[in-house]
């Protein structure tokens, strides 16, 4: 059985990592927003979290 030391094993996990980074951009396409967009999420954000803050949610 071969030594195994820790730089080996950093080496490997960081294979692993990258190999699983290009499956992921593979995988998952990425989308590009507008600006108006980004907006609109970031504006229903902030309304459901002041709803959550006053109690109203889904489950209520």
């Known amino acids: ?4 030391n ?3 094993i950093y080496k490997e996990i960081k294979l692993v990592k990258a190999k699983l980074e290009y499956l ?3 995988l998952v396409p ?3 927003m507008t ?3 980004l907006i609109k ?4 954000r902030l309304e459901a979290l002041e709803e959550h ?3 109203q949610n889904y489950f209520s």
């Open 1 to 4: 059985m071969e030594n195994v």
């Open 6 to 8: 820790l730089n080996m």
């Open 24 to 26: 992921e951009d593979i």
């Open 30 to 32: 990425e989308e590009e």
């Open 35 to 37: 600006k108006e967009e």
């Open 41 to 44: 999420i970031d504006k229903l």
């Open 53 to 55: 803050r006053k109690g």
